[in-house]
């Protein structure tokens, strides 16, 4: 099993930039095609952003893309989301996600990620 523990939520003024850190344990991570998705109140979990076992293939949510950019190191065993030019819609509890099944590429449907992190909180103020 891999564990999946999200850091580097805050606070952030419209405009800003926050980094998104998903720290995975137990297993390698270029075992598993990774995922962020995003929830805030009242609203659907949405897909963010995605990249595949060997990081060669990624995507991203129409909402955020241009903005948004997903990476990982091997070494660190850590998926990384940076996000620029924050707006107050992107506010939400963003979630780290992992696929052992996809082989290459990836998905972006909630159901097929079978392990999730806790989360952590983006507040964008206008």
């Known amino acids: 099993q891999v564990q999946l523990v999200e850091s580097g939520g805050g606070l952030v003024q419209a405009g800003g930039s926050l980094r998104l850190s998903c720290a995975a344990s137990?297993?390698?991570?270029?075992?598993?095609?990774m995922a962020w998705f995003r929830q805030a109140p009242g609203k659907e979990r949405e897909f963010v952003s995605a990249?595949?076992?060997?990081?060669?293939?990624?995507g991203y949510g129409d909402a955020v893309k241009g903005r948004f950019t997903i990476s990982k190191d091997n070494t660190k065993n850590t998926v990384y989301l940076q996000m620029n030019s924050l707006k107050p819609e992107d506010t939400a509890v963003y979630y780290c996600?992992?696929?052992?099944?996809?082989?290459?590429?990836?998905?972006?449907?909630?159901?097929?990620?079978?392990?999730w992190g806790q989360g952590t909180q983006v507040t964008v103020s206008s």
């Open positions: 996600a992992a696929d052992a099944r996809i082989f290459s590429g990836w998905v972006r449907t909630e159901s097929e990620y079978d392990y």
């Open positions: 137990g297993r390698p991570i270029n075992l598993y095609a």
């Open positions: 990249i595949s076992r060997s990081g060669g293939s990624t």
